[in-house]
């Protein structure tokens, strides 16, 4: 008899995610090795290290799209492993930088959204509610391009396509957002938009979890509370943002003496 797939349970109060000694072995190197992160509801963290260091692996993993090596990993309640991971991925936002080279840059905006509601890359065959057309031209005004929901994907700029792609992130409205590097590639102007549109979306009470990937401080929107370093693989620091982002964790991390200022919920960084 074919073996019914378990189904993901409701999440309540416990965390949201949970790694557990976390280590990706590739090639007989390891990408990531004991790397422990718990996300609590409410919760918001940025993950930072330099190139290599292992966030976008922490973040596949975290995202279901990876299986570690080693480790424990439990997403919205359910354990990798003993739930089939497909029933979790619609309650998971995940959204990158590189997502946008995988859209006909003929589609329009609000289309590139609507799309989420079935995972898929374009709306040729499926067919979507109104509600769910009108939940995308909510979404693109919300984040500041509901004046592009006509325009074409590819007449958009770098940055008005990434908050084109956080809309239809929070289309299907997930449980958790995982964010890899939205910022690559903008401009000072895109990239404060972004940033904007970030923070509104951490003081909203869903998603519950969010996790943000970026190599710069300047990236980081107020309102994110938590964070953790990674460099070569292992975890430096986790926890309150302001005991992880300082001098000697920042500098040890990237091999160079950095001075951290944060201020006003935004942080910087420079040589000291």
Known sequence: ?????????????????????????????????????????????????????????LLAVAATNLSPTVGHVRVLGA???????????????????TLAERFDPRLRARDVVVTARTGALAPWWDTYAERDQARALELLRQLGVGDLAERTFGTLSTGERQRVLLARTLLPD????????????????????????????????????????????????????QAMVLAGGRVLAAGPIDGVLVDATLSAAYGIALRVEGRDGRWTARRA
């Open 174 to 225: 997930p449980e958790v957002v995982l964010a890899d590097e939205p910022a690559a590639g903008l401009d000072l102007r895109a990239r404060e938009e972004l940033v904007d549109s970030l923070a509104g979306l951490a003081t909203r009470p869903r998603p519950a979890g969010i996790v943000l990937v970026t190599h710069h401080l300047e990236e980081i929107p107020p309102g994110f509370g």
């Open 79 to 97: 354990e990798l492993g003993r739930v089939d991971a497909r029933t979790l991925r619609p309650r998971i936002g995940l959204t990158s930088a």
């Open 1 to 57: 008899m074919p073996v019914e797939p378990v189904l993901a349970p409701a999440t309540g109060s416990g965390p949201i995610l949970e790694l557990a000694g976390i280590g990706v072995r590739r090639g007989g190197a390891w990408l990531l090795a004991e790397a422990n992160l718990v996300v609590m509801p409410g919760e918001r963290w940025v993950v930072v290290g330099p190139n290599g260091a292992g966030k976008s692996t």
